[in-house]
């Protein structure tokens, strides 16, 4: 099991509590569910954007960080969703066989 698949699991077994209303006491996972899905999708915003300004800075600590807290906070939106991570995955491993099929993009003259 990846550290994504288990960092999943908790997600998931973190939803459940919730959904039962036995959340772990200080759990921002819980509070997130809380929320609901549009401050999930904020949090998700908030670090793609974080994410974005640490590559421009060139930082690797820094970006290396926000892209797992991006992760992360994708991953809360996909349990709240009601997703799988393998389905997730399943739809990369899908694109992964595309790999070099490039598409030809369509091109204009820009003298005409």
Known sequence: MTVYEEIFEVLKERKAAFDRGEAPEK???CYLYEKGVDKICKKVGEE???TIIAAKNGDSDELM?????LIY?????????????????????DRNEK???????HQTDKNS
């Open 27 to 29: 759990s921002y996972t």
């Open 48 to 50: 793609a954007a974080e």
């Open 99 to 105: 790999i070099g099929n490039l598409k030809t993009f």
């Open 73 to 93: 906070h994708v991953m809360v939106l996909a349990v709240n969703q009601g997703l799988e991570w393998s389905d997730v995955e399943k739809v990369l491993s």
């Open 65 to 69: 960080n926000e892209i797992n807290d």
